[in-house]
Protein backbone atom coordinates (compact mmCIF):
# COMPACT_ATOMS: atom_id res chain seq x y z
CA UNK A 1 0.00 0.00 0.00
CA UNK A 2 1.42 3.28 -0.63
CA UNK A 3 0.75 6.70 1.30
CA UNK A 4 1.41 9.85 -1.16
CA UNK A 5 1.40 13.25 1.14
CA UNK A 6 2.74 16.71 1.08
CA UNK A 7 0.79 18.37 -1.59
CA UNK A 8 -1.18 22.11 -1.75
CA UNK A 9 -1.25 25.51 -2.74
CA UNK A 10 2.07 27.42 -3.10
CA UNK A 11 2.83 30.48 -5.61
CA UNK A 12 5.16 29.97 -8.51
CA UNK A 13 8.20 29.70 -7.72
CA UNK A 14 8.17 27.95 -4.52
CA UNK A 15 8.76 24.62 -3.89
CA UNK A 16 6.86 21.41 -2.24
CA UNK A 17 8.08 18.15 -0.97
CA UNK A 18 6.07 15.15 -1.88
CA UNK A 19 5.94 12.09 0.32
CA UNK A 20 4.96 8.32 -0.40
CA UNK A 21 5.50 5.90 2.41
CA UNK A 22 4.97 2.17 1.58
CA UNK A 23 4.03 -0.35 4.17
CA UNK A 24 5.32 -3.90 3.35
CA UNK A 25 8.40 -5.47 3.44
CA UNK A 26 9.60 -5.50 0.21
CA UNK A 27 9.99 -1.91 -0.72
CA UNK A 28 13.68 -2.09 -1.66
CA UNK A 29 12.58 -4.57 -3.98
CA UNK A 30 10.38 -1.54 -6.28
CA UNK A 31 11.27 1.38 -8.54
CA UNK A 32 9.34 3.97 -7.56
CA UNK A 33 7.88 6.72 -9.99
CA UNK A 34 5.90 9.58 -9.78
CA UNK A 35 3.65 10.64 -12.10
CA UNK A 36 1.10 13.81 -12.24
CA UNK A 37 -2.39 13.95 -13.66
CA UNK A 38 -3.94 17.57 -14.61
CA UNK A 39 -7.28 18.43 -14.76
CA UNK A 40 -9.07 16.45 -18.17
CA UNK A 41 -5.67 15.36 -19.13
CA UNK A 42 -3.90 11.29 -19.16
CA UNK A 43 -1.58 10.64 -16.42
CA UNK A 44 2.32 11.53 -17.10
CA UNK A 45 5.47 10.50 -16.14
CA UNK A 46 7.46 12.52 -13.76
CA UNK A 47 10.39 10.92 -12.40
CA UNK A 48 11.41 7.49 -11.20
CA UNK A 49 13.87 6.36 -9.22
CA UNK A 50 15.99 2.74 -9.06
CA UNK A 51 15.31 0.14 -6.09
CA UNK A 52 18.88 1.30 -4.55
CA UNK A 53 18.39 4.73 -5.39
CA UNK A 54 21.47 4.86 -7.57
CA UNK A 55 19.43 5.83 -10.67
CA UNK A 56 16.76 8.58 -11.74
CA UNK A 57 15.71 9.10 -14.53
CA UNK A 58 13.00 12.92 -15.20
CA UNK A 59 10.57 14.02 -17.10
CA UNK A 60 12.18 16.76 -19.58
CA UNK A 61 9.97 19.80 -18.30
CA UNK A 62 11.11 18.80 -14.35
CA UNK A 63 14.82 18.14 -15.21
CA UNK A 64 16.97 20.39 -12.81
CA UNK A 65 13.91 21.71 -11.08
CA UNK A 66 12.50 18.57 -9.16
CA UNK A 67 14.40 15.66 -7.39
CA UNK A 68 13.30 12.22 -6.15
CA UNK A 69 14.92 10.09 -3.80
CA UNK A 70 14.19 6.92 -1.35
CA UNK A 71 15.15 5.79 1.70
CA UNK A 72 14.77 2.11 2.14
CA UNK A 73 15.20 1.81 5.75
CA UNK A 74 12.08 4.04 6.34
CA UNK A 75 10.38 2.75 3.38
CA UNK A 76 9.49 6.16 1.83
CA UNK A 77 10.23 8.04 -1.29
CA UNK A 78 10.00 11.81 -1.93
CA UNK A 79 9.91 14.32 -4.52
CA UNK A 80 11.13 17.75 -4.00
CA UNK A 81 10.36 20.34 -6.27
CA UNK A 82 11.70 23.29 -6.47
CA UNK A 83 10.73 26.43 -8.40
CA UNK A 84 7.20 25.39 -9.19
CA UNK A 85 5.15 26.60 -12.58
CA UNK A 86 1.33 26.84 -12.77
CA UNK A 87 1.68 24.16 -15.05
CA UNK A 88 2.98 21.73 -12.56
CA UNK A 89 -0.45 21.97 -11.33
CA UNK A 90 -1.79 18.38 -10.63
CA UNK A 91 -2.71 15.20 -8.85
CA UNK A 92 0.44 13.91 -8.15
CA UNK A 93 1.07 10.05 -7.84
CA UNK A 94 3.22 7.68 -6.37
CA UNK A 95 3.82 4.32 -8.20
CA UNK A 96 5.76 1.00 -7.59
CA UNK A 97 7.19 -1.76 -10.40
CA UNK A 98 9.88 -4.04 -10.05
CA UNK A 99 11.11 -2.50 -13.80
CA UNK A 100 12.79 0.69 -14.00
CA UNK A 101 10.08 2.36 -16.47
CA UNK A 102 8.31 5.63 -17.18
CA UNK A 103 4.78 4.24 -18.43
CA UNK A 104 2.33 4.40 -16.59
CA UNK A 105 -0.01 1.07 -17.30
CA UNK A 106 3.24 -0.83 -16.32
CA UNK A 107 3.19 -0.14 -13.10
CA UNK A 108 1.27 -2.35 -10.45
CA UNK A 109 0.65 -0.74 -7.45
CA UNK A 110 -0.80 3.02 -7.13
CA UNK A 111 -0.92 5.59 -4.29
CA UNK A 112 -4.09 7.62 -3.58
CA UNK A 113 -2.51 10.83 -5.14
CA UNK A 114 -1.95 14.80 -3.77
CA UNK A 115 -3.09 17.95 -5.37
CA UNK A 116 -0.42 20.27 -6.05
CA UNK A 117 -2.08 23.75 -6.80
CA UNK A 118 0.50 26.64 -8.31
CA UNK A 119 -0.68 29.90 -8.43
CA UNK A 120 0.06 32.61 -10.73
Known amino acids: QLQASGGGLVQAGGSLRLSCAAS????????MGWFRQAPGKERKFVAVISQSGGTTYYEDSVKGRFTISRDNAKNTVHLQMNSLKPEDTAVYYC???????????????WGQGTEVTISS
Open 24 to 31: GRTFSSYA
Open 95 to 109: AADNRLGYVADEYDY
